[in-house]
């Protein structure tokens, strides 16, 4: 077992020394991730476009589950979960760190379809939303992913 450590350390820092990055262990979903992210910032800067700066988005609320909550605080914890949360799951992996990725992005998604509901006034921002909203439904499926080991 020491001896399987010590041959990936080894290669590792071969690699490190000609330049190489490493791949991330889940390449597929580290894709749709940065993609997500830059469906999230084109929808803040279109919302910037058209009249929807910061302090509009703080406050245009609409309802989810009851609860009003802003677009500003969906896009701001949603860009959150995709920069900072997801990475930290998937580096310190453990064997429920895919659930709650696929958990979190579920209530990701549910909220961003909530908000391109309210957004029927502004058709160019509602389309944003409804493409990021798409685009966190077509998350990976584990089967494309290695399995966690155990």
Sequence with gaps: MVIRYLR???ITVQRMLHGAIPTPKYPILAGWM???TLL???L???ADQHQYPTQARLQLLFKVDGRAIS???VLQALRYHLTEEYPNLLRDETAH???AIYASNLNDQYRLTRLAESLAAQPVLQAAAQALAAH???IPSQESTPSVPK
Excluded: G, V
């Design 8 to 10: 990936a350390f080894i």
């Design 34 to 36: 940065q993609q997500a």
């Design 40 to 42: 999230n910032d084109a």
């Design 44 to 46: 803040l800067r279109t």
């Design 71 to 73: 677009m500003e605080t």
């Design 97 to 99: 760190s895919l659930t």
């Design 136 to 138: 966190l439904a077509a």
